[in-house]
T-cell receptor, first 114, second 114 residues
């Protein structure tokens, strides 16, 4: 039951360029979408979120775009820095009859080359 | 401000045994969630507790149970351990139960079932 999919296991980008991480979902009931970053031997760190009623949210170098009709969201990092090299998880949440749930994608490993 | 701490960091158990994992939430956070992360996968939602009550559950059998205490610390209990329970178990806390609040994750407990 993969309601949240990150189809690219890895992405390599040159320092200073844009990184675009993609995520697709199937459940139209999701209320919020979130991005997390994870370094080895650490727990995921929250980056940015977006409500399902918005189409864009920006925080510094990070921007998340939501296309509800396509059930697709993306995270843009501009400019990319070597310290951005990590695994990025897309997550989606909703409060339904069974209670509150957050579903994570499998992650995309980003390599930023100096 | 302390983050989320989990104990133990590593654990080896025998199939059929029971295990208890512990989590101290970030100061001021009243919501705690538990996740199971298998190698190469994203975190899988087990359940969430808000003010000592379970308010959401993923697709995990009843042998996965939890508790949240008045100080908002939490336990994850797994009975009748199976080999497939071997994974990284992550605890995450947040200020509210709403989906737009990013969670603060601990570094996890690595459970190995032999």
């Amino acid at each position: 039951d993969q309601q949240v999919k990150q189809n690219s296991p890895s992405l390599s980008v040159q320092e200073g360029r844009i990184s675009i991480l993609n995520c697709d979902y199937t459940n139209s009931m999701f209320d919020y979408f979130l991005w997390y970053k994870k370094y080895p031997a650490e727990g995921p760190t929250f980056l940015i979120s977006i409500s399902s009623i918005k189409d864009k949210n920006e925080d510094g170098r990070f921007t998340v775009f939501l296309n509800k009709s396509a059930k697709h969201l993306s995270l843009h990092i501009v400019p990319s820095q070597p310290g951005d090299s990590a695994v990025y998880f897309c997550a989606a949440s909703h409060a339904g009859a069974g209670g509150f749930k957050t579903i994570f994608g499998a992650g995309t490993r980003l390599f930023v080359k100096a | 401000e302390t983050g989320v701490t989990q104990s133990p960091t590593h654990l080896i158990k025998t199939r059929g045994q029971q295990v208890t994992l512990r989590c101290s939430s970030q100061s001021g956070h009243n919501t705690v969630s538990w996740y199971q992360q298998a190698l190469g996968q994203g975190p899988q939602f087990i359940f969430q507790y808000y003010r000592e009550e379970e308010n959401g559950r993923g697709n995990f059998p009843p042998r996965f149970s939890g508790l949240q205490f008045p100080n908002y610390s939490s336990e994850l209990n797994v009975n009748a351990l199976e080999l497939d329970d071997s994974a990284l178990y992550l605890c995450a806390s947040s200020l509210q139960t709403g989906g737009n609040y990013g969670y603060t994750f601990g570094s996890g407990t690595r459970l190995t079932v032999v």
